[in-house]
């Protein structure tokens, strides 16, 4: 029945999360009040933001967006406490390289625009994994 409608569930119940993120695109949001959600203290908030930037924003300015919260260790639960938590910069990651969250699909990104982002995400690993601080074993072990 609502099969088709994004942020509805198999059994057409629609998530809070969704219904939030609807009042955010009727409250037409500021740059500044934006990233004031995205610096916000709880992780519920930040993930809405992020999710907002992922269906507002131009393709091309999701990198300068995200890239900045790629490290970020803070923890969240995106399924409100039926899932397994995963960290801030795994949700920002997953909403530049993936087209779905949790089977609601996201507007697809342009080619070429995409090939971009993946080519800034593996440089970005690979550069974490050839600077990234060597832990020495002590001897013996």
């Not at 939030?20 to 908030?45: A, D, E, G, W």
Request: hydrophobic share 35%.
């Amino acid at each position: 029945m609502c099969g088709g409608v994004r942020g509805v569930g198999a059994g057409g119940v629609v998530s809070s999360a969704y219904c939030l993120l609807y009042k955010l695109f009727t409250l037409k949001l500021t740059r500044n009040q934006v990233n004031s959600m995205i610096n916000h203290k709880h992780s519920y908030v930040r993930g809405l933001a992020f999710l907002f930037l992922r269906y507002t924003q131009h393709p091309t300015t999701f990198w300068d967006w995200l890239d900045p919260y790629l490290d970020d260790e803070e923890e969240i639960d995106p399924r409100a406490g039926g899932g397994r938590p995963i960290t801030i910069g795994d949700m920002c990651e997953q909403l530049l390289t993936r087209l779905d969250w949790y089977t609601t699909l996201f507007p697809r990104i342009p080619v070429v625009i995409m090939k971009e982002i993946e080519k800034k995400v593996e440089d970005r690993k690979g550069c974490y994994r050839c600077c990234k601080p060597r832990r020495i074993r002590p001897a013996g072990i």
